[in-house]
């Protein structure tokens, strides 16, 4: 039973670039959560998706989209890069919309020059 | 206020030490606790659940209170591999299972 993953592991990028970040959930889940991580500094809630539609967000701007397929699978989008978008990135799934445990991928660590 | 707060440490304790974190949260209506764990560079894997009446799980003990807004966890008989972050994390009342994690506390557990 395959776990959440997630690619590219690792990418650089340079500023005012785009990057698109890719997720596939834990088999039976249907939810997936993005999270950023700035070094020394928890998990932040970006936006989650659910039935291919973005359920929630948090305190991010709109140069972070995302997407979800009928697959379950989803997709970060983040536009006009800055160097404060050098974090790992989280994807985390679960099942349903209770308050299920969430299954986190390796993440994807991204470094913006 | 950030919504969860926690010592960062570093805790830097010796094998067979007993160990305890502490958490705060400011929202009083949030439903949900847990305890993460991260390792260097590596995702949070969720180490437990934590429910008011306290539960334990082999070495580790969580315990909740509602009335001070408080989560905390002991670590006993601390063992090299326990070395690493621990998170603490809240469910927000969405009812979308959105998690709130505080900044983590770091322990090293030497010989």
């Known amino acids: 039973d395959a776990g959440v993953t997630q690619s590219p592991t690792h990418l650089i990028k340079t500023r005012g670039q785009q990057v698109t970040l890719r997720c596939s959930p834990k088999?039976?889940?249907?939810?997936v959560s993005w999270y950023q991580q700035a070094l020394g500094q928890g998990p932040q809630f970006i936006f989650q998706?659910?039935?291919?539609?973005?359920?929630q967000r948090g305190n991010f701007p709109d140069r972070f989209s995302g997407h979800q397929f009928p697959n379950y699978s989803s997709e970060l989008n983040v536009n006009a890069l800055l160097l404060g978008d050098s974090a790992l990135y989280l994807c985390?799934?679960?099942?349903?919309?209770?308050?299920?445990?969430?299954?986190f991928g390796p993440g994807t660590r991204l470094l913006v020059l | 206020r950030k919504e969860v707060e926690q010592d960062p440490g570093p805790f830097n304790v010796p094998e067979g030490a007993t160990v305890a974190f502490n958490c705060t949260y400011s929202?009083?209506?949030?439903?949900?606790f847990f305890w993460y764990r991260q390792d260097c560079r590596k995702e949070p894997k969720l180490l437990m659940s934590?429910?008011?009446s306290g539960n334990e799980d082999g070495r580790f003990t969580a315990q909740l209170n509602r009335a001070s807004q408080y989560i905390s966890l002991l670590i006993r008989d601390s063992k090299l591999s326990d070395s690493a972050t621990y998170l603490c994390?809240?469910?927000?009342?969405?009812?979308?299972?959105?998690?709130?994690f505080g900044a983590g506390t770091r322990l090293a557990v030497h010989p």
């Open positions: 985390a799934s679960s099942s349903g919309q209770g308050q299920e445990t969430q299954y």
């Open positions: 088999s039976g889940h249907d939810t």
């Open positions: 998706y659910y039935e291919e539609e973005e359920r």
């Open positions: 929202n009083s209506a949030s439903q949900s």
């Open positions: 934590v429910y008011s």
């Open positions: 994390v809240v469910n927000s009342l969405s009812g979308y299972n959105k998690l709130i």
